[in-house]
């Protein structure tokens, strides 16, 4: 069904102008950037808490007596709640409002993230893992920000990537300043640090997305939302009214994901994020172990592994390794600038497919180079191209689904990826202690399904505005089911 719009007018010779118009209109200004610094600052956060078990892994091993394969639990546990999380959550935000999902989410991951401070034992710190993992604020909040960009700015969300990169880089560098000198647990309360500043600015900057209030028929509430952010940007809206839209029913209802129009694409893209996310958190998580098993130690400065180190790790912390994983993660920079002008050029297809290519290459000449200096550059690469995939593969799913499907499209995309995270860390960090070469290998792979997967005609979405409205149109079928 395709829901028509109806004018809402004082007059019948008012003018009105469509929420498209009102965006594009606005286009970019002071209070984008002030999304985008928060929507960064969420990255880095997460990206600080995503990898926290990679970089405080030794220190648990040495201290709390855990083994790789609970390490590897122990990575795989902040994960498995997301695959509910995800979906629900995206859910929740397409039929309760962007808004006060994200609050919710915001306090939730400060308040367990802050307790994991104080774990006592090994069980509480697992427990406390898998609560805070069922946390999503960060892909409510870029879904938020999307609805305020115009079609030209939204390779924008390709950029976002760059704070995750310095999260992540910085993450090795905090590690290895901060653990040698006061414990793994103040690793934590930084990452916990970030999650309160997210809080706490979110509550006081966020509004409520124009699309979502468009699309309940709540157009005086969209209308002072961009009233809003035009005199953020020093600007005004087109003249006349907002178009009042007919309220869409069953928004979020995952049954819509599979209708016709959306069949194929929905298939594909859970595909592409179940592949792309094992790959991208598999190199991720388990960036210390391949360093590691390829003769780099992390807790002192002879060969023993860290299985043949004395309980008591009286040995010298080795920093040195630390840095190489984050001169590893900020090679990530180089694959930005490189999408931005890829996803305009070829689109996201072809785009993702590149990035692809180059992730399966990477994992592939890692399993025959472990010296310091061609491990750091093929680390690096696998980082960059998969971390590309991840981010293409969010901005075209936010791009392919309407403002009524678009938080549980991406939100179950995402709990379906979250399953390729949740089995990923076993895949690196255990059967990387196991054998090295068949677990590039199992990478290697996964990547080549993704460089395949946008060949078979997936839509392009490149200069689209965002749709609204679920539609029923075969036309909207791709040819790979004709």
Not at 186 to 214: D, G, H, K, Q
Request: proline fraction near 4%; include cysteine.
């Amino acid at each position: 069904m395709v829901y028509q719009s109806v004018q809402e007018r004082d007059d019948p010779v008012d003018s009105s102008y469509k929420l498209d118009d009102a965006i594009n209109h606005i286009d970019f200004g002071r209070f984008h950037i002030k999304f985008l610094c928060l929507v960064g600052l969420t990255y880095m956060a997460t990206a600080c808490d995503v990898g926290m078990i990679s970089v405080i892994g030794p220190s648990l091993t040495c201290y709390m007596g855990f083994n790789s394969l609970q390490i590897g639990l122990l990575s795989s546990a902040y994960f498995i709640p997301r695959i509910i999380g995800q979906a629900k959550f995206g859910e929740f935000a397409d039929r309760f409002g962007r808004r006060p999902i994200l609050m919710l989410l915001n306090v939730w991951h400060f308040f367990y993230v802050l307790l994991l401070i104080f774990s006592p034992n090994n069980v509480w710190l697992m427990l406390l893992r898998l609560v805070s993992g069922a946390s999503v604020s960060r892909r409510v909040m870029v879904g938020l920000f999307s609805e305020f960009l115009k079609p030209q700015h939204r390779k924008i969300l390709i950029i976002q990537q760059l704070f995750w990169i310095i999260g992540s880089g910085t993450r090795f560098l905090v590690g290895a300043a901060i653990i040698p000198w006061l414990g793994w647990r103040s690793y934590v309360a930084t990452t916990a640090f970030l999650y309160f500043l997210v809080m706490i600015i979110s509550w006081a900057f966020l509004p409520e997305s124009p699309r979502f209030y468009n699309v309940t028929g709540q157009v005086h509430m969209a209308e002072k939302v961009l009233q809003m952010v035009a005199k953020n940007n020093s600007c005004t809206l087109p003249p006349g009214r907002l178009e009042r839209l007919k309220e869409q029913k069953g928004r979020g209802r995952i049954q819509e994901l599979f209708r016709p129009a959306y069949l194929w694409i929905t298939v594909r893209v859970w595909l592409l994020f179940f592949c792309g996310i094992f790959t991208y958190y598999g190199i991720y998580v388990g960036s210390t172990d391949v360093v590691q098993v390829s003769g780099i130690s992390f807790m002192n400065d002879r060969n023993e592994s860290i299985d043949e180190l004395d309980a008591s790790c009286n040995m010298k912390f080795n920093t040195d390794s630390f840095i190489l994983l984050s001169i590893a993660s900020f090679g990530e920079l180089l694959g930005v600038p490189l999408n931005v002008w890829l996803v305009e050029k070829i689109g996201r297809p072809y785009t993702l497919s590149l990035n692809s290519f180059g992730s399966a290459l990477s994992f592939l000449m890692m399993i025959f180079f472990t010296g310091k200096v061609m491990l750091t550059f093929w680390l690096a690469g696998s980082l960059a191209f998969t971390a590309g995939i991840f981010t293409i593969l969010h901005m075209y799913a936010l791009e392919i689904y309407p403002t009524s499907l678009r938080g549980i499209g991406v939100g179950s995309s995402m709990a379906v990826g979250m399953v390729g995270a949740a089995i990923s860390p076993l895949a690196t960090q255990v059967l990387m202690h196991q054998n090295r070469e068949m677990s590039l290998i199992v990478l290697t792979a996964t990547s080549i399904i993704c460089c395949i997967i946008p060949l078979t005609h997936m839509k392009e979405t490149r200069g689209e505005n965002m749709e609204d409205f679920t539609r029923l149109i075969e036309e909207e079928e791709t040819s790979f089911i004709k």
